[in-house]
């Protein structure tokens, strides 16, 4: 189990669309939202990154890691696009 906490990350809280998160600085792929589930925090949760080592990871308290990727933030690509396709808009 682990939360998101990215500057703005809370607008994707109650966001369930098919795709994934990713870096808005360096692009890198975090999660997957078949990995997203509802949670009481004021943030995304998610069960699992893409890659182990996506993001730093720092135990917040027992069952929960607060998750980050520098000093970024999130965003959303929709299944079927690119990070690419969304700059090119």
Not at 9 to 38: M, N, T, W
């Amino acid at each position: 189990m682990s939360f998101c906490s990215f500057l703005g990350g809370e607008v994707f809280k109650d966001h369930f669309q098919p795709g994934i998160y990713v870096c808005a600085k360096c692009g890198h792929e975090l999660f997957s939202s078949r990995a997203k589930y509802e949670h009481s925090s004021p943030w995304p949760a998610f069960t699992e990154t893409i890659q182990e080592d996506s993001v730093s990871k720092r135990k917040e308290r027992p069952g929960a890691l607060k998750v980050s990727c520098g000093n970024s933030s999130l965003k959303f690509v929709p299944k079927g696009k690119s990070d690419k396709d969304l700059k090119e808009t």
